[in-house]
Nanobody, 123 residues
Framework: QVQLVDSGGGLVQPGGSLRLSCAAS????????MGWYRQAPGKQRELVAA???????NYADSAKGRITISRDNAKNTVYLQMNSLKPEDTAVYYC?????????????????WGQGTQVNVSS
């Protein structure tokens, strides 16, 4: 049974940083691409960043230059380092276990989601 546990959210001032973590169990972690999504109130869930099993990354335009996804296959954990946070980054963030295309450029979400972690960016 796949289990994804998100953590690391909180309240931060604009310009601040947070690192989110997602611990996975019940899967052969290195065989999965991992994605971080977010959902703001009244908006659809959107992909923020994804990383293939081999470490190839892709990012939403809104994340480029500020947000970094990484993974530690030995710890079955994927991270999302967020810097220079803006109020519009406020959302619930979810990790997902999925797949990417051969080039690691397109992420295909799977059925397993973390429970979400709330990020609030406000002064």
């Amino acid at each position: 049974q796949v289990q994804l546990v998100d953590s690391g959210g909180g309240l931060v001032q604009p310009g601040g940083s947070l690192r989110l973590s997602c611990a996975a169990s019940g899967i052969i972690f290195s065989r999965y691409a991992m994605g971080w999504y977010r959902q703001a109130p009244g908006k659809q869930r959107e992909l923020v960043a994804a990383i293939s099993g081999g470490g190839r990354t892709n990012y939403a335009d809104s994340a480029k230059g500020r947000i970094t996804i990484s993974r530690d296959n030995a710890k079955n954990t994927v991270y999302l380092q967020m810097n220079s946070l803006k109020p519009e980054d406020t959302a619930v963030y979810y990790c997902n276990a999925g797949q990417t295309d051969y080039f690691g450029l397109v992420y295909y979400p799977g059925d397993s989601w973390g429970q979400g972690t709330q990020v609030n960016v406000s002064s």
